[in-house]
């Protein structure tokens, strides 16, 4: 595989919101230059007692993934903030994290013309892939390190280790992605207690990936 050394201008936005406002996403979106993107259905939890005791805590919600030039991205997240009012409590989370390899899309064209660094953030998001009905235990681990919750998207797992047989046909298993947005200074906390409760370091147990955020919208402290 061949690096280019220009892919890391382009980044990937994720853009959490509301079910059934992906698609008004993405049609938005493309208004900005963005060709296509993806949307994935997931459930977001809320830190609230009342909630919780109400056993309505979780909430249904849609995860839409594009990729951009930095140039485009800037673009279409100060557009979707202002359809989507972001800045409005439970709104919306709209971030970026950067791209160091791109395959597979020709409508990601690469522009030779170099482009600023974007400013740091102080985010950071922290990605956990574990069995099915364990991304509740994941959440609760990172609550307790400071976390304020996250993103639970159903997926499946096809690893050569992770195949079980019925009737002699290979089945593979479930899994659930949590996704967690986290003040960089408690990153270490969170992943350590994830770590730790969930056993990652044991084999098939689970992964952990942390990505560099960009730029953000829609957090509040």
Do not use: W
Request: charged residues 25%.
């Amino acid at each position: 595989m061949q690096y280019n050394g220009n892919i890391p201008h382009f980044s990937v936005m994720y853009v959490i919101v509301k079910f059934g406002l992906g698609s008004k996403v993405l049609k938005e979106a493309k208004k900005c230059g963005v060709t296509g993107g993806t949307v994935m259905i997931g459930k977001g939890t809320i830190h609230n007692r009342i909630l919780n005791l109400l056993a309505i805590s979780d909430v249904r919600k849609e995860i839409v993934i594009m990729i951009a030039n930095r140039k485009t991205t800037e673009v279409t997240l100060q557009h979707l903030n202002k359809v989507f009012n972001f800045e409005k409590p439970n709104h919306g989370i709209a971030f970026t994290t950067l791209i160091t390899d791109l395959l597979g899309t020709r409508s990601c064209k690469i522009n030779d013309q170099s482009e600023s660094e974007e400013g740091k953030t102080m985010f950071q998001n922290i990605m956990v892939i574990v069995d099915k009905g364990n991304a509740e235990d994941v959440i609760d681990a990172a609550k307790t390190a400071g976390s304020k919750g996250g993103t639970i998207i159903n997926a499946r797992g096809s690893g050569i280790h992770e195949t079980s047989k019925l009737f002699s046909m290979d089945i593979e298993p479930e899994k659930e992605i949590v996704m967690i947005l986290s003040d960089k200074n408690a990153t270490t906390a969170i992943v350590d207690k994830i770590r730790s409760n969930l056993k990652i370091d044991e084999p098939g147990n689970g992964i952990i990936f942390v990505q560099e955020v960009s730029q953000t919208y829609g957090i509040y402290e």
